[in-house]
């Protein structure tokens, strides 16, 4: 979280998840901007993996314009901004989802 770039009128949310079935610890970090001047609000949302800090999946509306990806080799997406925006946030709630909550 420090080392975002977000200006002072942004917000920041920082959650964790340990998967005991894997044994790993997932980060979900946000950033949001409501801009309300023009209704428009800016936001970035990533997973993280807590161990090694590589970004798993990253989703993004800036400017009324969405987009993600998820960052697997081979990656699973194709498709317009608006379907990878989809994929690559359910990707990000199914990997911080409480098996024990099921």
């Not at 969405?66 to 990000?92: C, H, Q, T, W």
Request: negative net charge.
């Amino acid at each position: 979280m420090e080392n975002t770039v977000a200006g002072d009128p942004s917000k920041k949310d920082q959650v964790s998840h340990y998967e005991p079935k894997t044994n790993r610890c997932y980060v979900q970090l946000t950033i949001w901007n409501a801009n309300l001047t023009n209704g428009e609000d800016n936001f970035e949302q990533s997973l993280v993996d807590g161990q090694t800090g590589q970004v798993l999946a990253t989703i993004r509306r800036e400017k009324g314009t969405k987009s993600g990806r998820i960052y697997v080799d081979p990656s699973p997406l194709n498709g317009n901004s608006d379907e990878l925006y989809l994929d690559a946030s359910m990707f990000i709630r199914e990997m911080m989802e409480d098996d024990r909550q099921r």
